[in-house]
Nanobody, 115 residues
Framework: QVQLVESGGGLVQTGGSLRLSCAASGITFSFYAMNWYRQAPGKQRELVASITAGGSTNYADSVNGRFTISRDNVKKTVYLQMNSLKPEDTAVYYC?????????WGQGTQVTVSS
């Protein structure tokens, strides 16, 4: 059974930091690209950051320079370090694993940034 379990969300003030974690089980983690998406109320889910199986990273323009995605293949965990948080970063953040035509989703973790 595949599971992606996010943690680390919460309430933070503008300018603060949070680190999200996503622990994977049931997959050969090192083979998968890992992604963080977010969905704010009334908006479509959007891709925030990606890291390939080889470790290459990509970011949405809105978070580039503030967020950092990383992975630990031994711990089977992907992280999202979020700095200089803004109210517009408020959303449910979802972990996603993808390989060719196979993908899995976590249940999401709420991040709320107060102004």
């Amino acid at each position: 059974q595949v599971q992606l379990v996010e943690s680390g969300g919460g309430l933070v003030q503008t300018g603060g930091s949070l680190r999200l974690s996503c622990a994977a089980s049931g997959i050969t983690f090192s083979f998968y690209a890992m992604n963080w998406y977010r969905q704010a109320p009334g908006k479509q889910r959007e891709l925030v950051a990606s890291i390939t199986a080889g470790g290459s990273t990509n970011y949405a323009d809105s978070v580039n320079g503030r967020f950092t995605i990383s992975r630990d293949n031994v711990k089977k965990t992907v992280y999202l370090q979020m700095n200089s948080l803004k109210p517009e970063d408020t959303a449910v953040y979802y972990c996603n694993s993808r390989r060719t035509y196979t993908e899995y989703w976590g249940q999401g973790t709420q991040v709320t940034v107060s102004s």
